[in-house]
């Protein structure tokens, strides 16, 4: 996320911001100087002007998270990362409730008053973890920074209600993102209940399943009643075989922010979904534009940890701020890195804010200079 408007651009270039104005138009994108532009079209319009290219702080390359390629040796095997999308009333909250209801061992700290918006299930002896965001706000904004956080997507479909335009929307996101679906025809304990209707209606839009000689996975299920939920579980198990899903955990940690919070006694809480890696107690890290200290750990049942690998959903404490939803988490090496990448940040977002407080553009300000 880092920005920089065309005439600080120009400045940086001493070159003039209407020449700049120019290259662009000329590379088809129509930017008045005080566009704010992203690194990679930064890029190519300082090119063009022969100029090398010189990266002020690529934060994002340096701190690993889309750096650093790991060694195929160093890579293990980790749980597939499954989110519920559906139409709305078509039982996604149901759902994950039955699934993790299920894994609840009576008497475990926490039990399921805990709520992290992330957790994670065993069958037998194999984990799957589930992103439960409210409202898929952070799975969406994750999506539009281009973060692949998701493995699998299970649409819920009530057997009832049959394919509606969530439903649609669902099926499009999940195909967009790459990820495998597995569709879930809930309520099946519903009179109404007539789930061929609903293999029908998806092969409008191009899901065929499985039962249809297709290749989408299909389990009918009751998140009422808990029919069809091993199977579910089962079916999620094989997609993530065939996915063969890997990361390094002898890496510095990197994930995503899945909530955050302030937390009366505990300070700032950050959920996050570990990728790559393992986070411990005492690294330090950041997390968007906030950093800290590891304090604690805490998993899905409310329990103390010391550490936490890939696919493993955890609540950070010790950010010195509330980072967001969808932000990157990294741990980084020293203390004065973290400052550095988080004053750079804050520094970008005090710029992006000033920029959206201008106002709209006007003609003339594209011809001042
Ligand atoms: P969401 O909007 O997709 O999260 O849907 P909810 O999980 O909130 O469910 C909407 C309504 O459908 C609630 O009243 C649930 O109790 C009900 N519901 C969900 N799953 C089932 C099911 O398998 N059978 C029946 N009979 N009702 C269900
Ligand atoms: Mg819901």
Known sequence: PEVITVQELANRMAEKGVALVKVLMGMGVMATINEVLDQDTAQLVVEEFGHKPKRVLDSDVEIGISGAEDDETDLASRAPVVTVMGHVDHGK?????????????????????????????EVSGQKITFLDTPGHAAFTEMRARGASVTDICIVVVAADDGVMPQTKEAIAHA???????????????????????VRQELLQE???????????????ISA??????????????????????????????????????????????????????????????????????????????????????????????????????????????????????????????????ALAAAGPKTMEAMFTQ
């Open 224 to 353: 009422l009643t808990g029919l069809g939920l091993d199977n579910l579980k089962e079916q999620i198990l094989l997609q993530a075989e065939l996915l063969e899903l890997k990361a390094n955990p002898s890496r510095a940690a990197n994930g995503v922010v899945v909530e955050a919070k302030l937390d009366k006694g505990r300070g700032s809480v950050t959920t996050t979904l570990i990728q790559k890696g393992t986070v411990k107690i005492g690294d330090i890290f950041v997390a968007g534009a906030e950093w800290g200290r590891v304090r604690a750990l805490v998993n899905d049942k409310g329990q103390q940890v010391k550490e936490a690998g890939p696919s493993v959903p955890v609540e950070v404490l010790g950010a010195g701020g509330v980072p967001s939803a969808g932000d990157d988490f990294a741990v980084v090496s020293n203390e004065a890195r973290a400052r550095e990448i988080v004053d750079y940040r804050q520094e970008q977002i005090k710029k992006k804010r």
């Open 175 to 197: 195909k967009a993102a790459g990820v495998p679906l597995i569709i879930a025809i809930n309520k099946m304990d519903r009179e109404g209940a007539n789930p061929d209707r």
């Open 206 to 220: 191009e899901v065929v399943v499985e039962s249809f000689s297709g290749d989408v996975q299909e389990v009918e």
């Open 93 to 121: 909250t149901s759902l994950l409730d039955a699934l993790r209801k299920a894994n609840v061992v009576s008497g475990e700290a926490g039990g399921i008053t805990q709520h992290i918006g992330a957790y994670q299930v």
